[in-house]
């Protein structure tokens, strides 16, 4: 499905998202649904965050992994019943890598791709927007907490996530007969709060420090390696896909390392359709996934991973961009509100 990158240009969007309140129309980001009797033990087995805290009415931010541990997508897990869960994905097709991980699982589980479509209300002033929209217990959801809800005969599902690093929402469709009513509906609600249209913010994600799956990571990447072993738990008594592979790639240790790099000289003009060579003492050490231009930082940032030895703050590296070659330093990363103070705030 197309998506939007940007309505007026990507600097304009940004300031609005970060200054007040943007729609986005995120509807390619599709879901997985996942019911049945053994529909919680299924969906343990996909990824390595131990769910046995998960409750109704929660989401978490999980990954899923294949046989060697290679990450295969980063969703947030919607949980809507005892066993009733949906994958709302990144760009990789898990209803095939569920589907084919069922049927031979011995477990009761229905997969299928719902009639949901998401769009996403985003910025400091998207609390306002909500609540002119719903009510004002839209003030009491809890991060990453969902509600199900009917307005104005419109099925919905509204959770407190995104993908911005700004507070926000992200209200899933139940029928898409309704897309038009609601956008209409969310428009007309912030007129007051200047919202404007947006899209996913490669600039504020970055600051956030917030991982695009295809271009930060890919199956070729584990947890380890990107820094996410906060969403593995090899001790759980429950199995899962790829543990074998991630206790012995945690026992062996890594050899490379996501971080994230400030990028020396003017703003680059563009960022990096392909990945670019980093370098350290001119030999080739890893690759720059993502590249963008941070107005509020005044700095070129990226995220890359290198060779583990050249990972520490501070380390002076070089980038082969398209502008020819760049000094860069590996500073901390996320490069903006690390706590993620905004968001839960």
Known sequence: MYMPLYYEDPVTDYWRLINDVTLWDVACQR?????????????????????STC?????????????????????????????????????SDVLLWAQGVALNSGMNVNIAEPDVSPIQVQGPKSMLVMAALFGDWINELRYFWLKEIDLRGMPLVVSRT??????????????????????EAVMEAGKPYNIGLGAPSQIRRMEAGLLSYGSDMTSNENPFEIGFEKYVDLEQEGDFIGKDSLRRIKAKGIKRRLVGLEIDGPPLKEGNEHPWTVFHDGRP????????????????????????????????????TTEGKRRATVVSFPFYDPEKHIPVS
Do not use: M
Not at 76 to 83: A, D, K
């Open 31 to 51: 879901q997985v649904e996942i019911t049945g009797t053994d529909a919680a033990r299924f969906v343990q087995l996909l990824t390595p965050r131990n769910l």
């Open 55 to 91: 409750k109704v009415g929660q989401c978490k931010y999980v990954l899923i992994t294949n046989k060697n541990g290679g990450i295969i997508n980063d969703p947030v897990l919607l949980r809507l019943g005892e066993n009733h869960f949906w994958l709302s994905l990144a760009d």
């Open 162 to 183: 995104g993908w911005s690093g700004e507070l926000g929402y992200e209200i899933y469709l139940r029928d898409g007969r309704y897309g038009d009513l609601l956008w």
């Open 285 to 320: 050490t890893g690759k720059l996934s993502s590249c963008v231009y941070s107005p509020r930082l005044n700095k070129n940032i990226s995220i890359a991973i290198v060779a583990s030895k050249n990972s520490r703050d501070g380390t002076g590296l070089g980038v082969e």
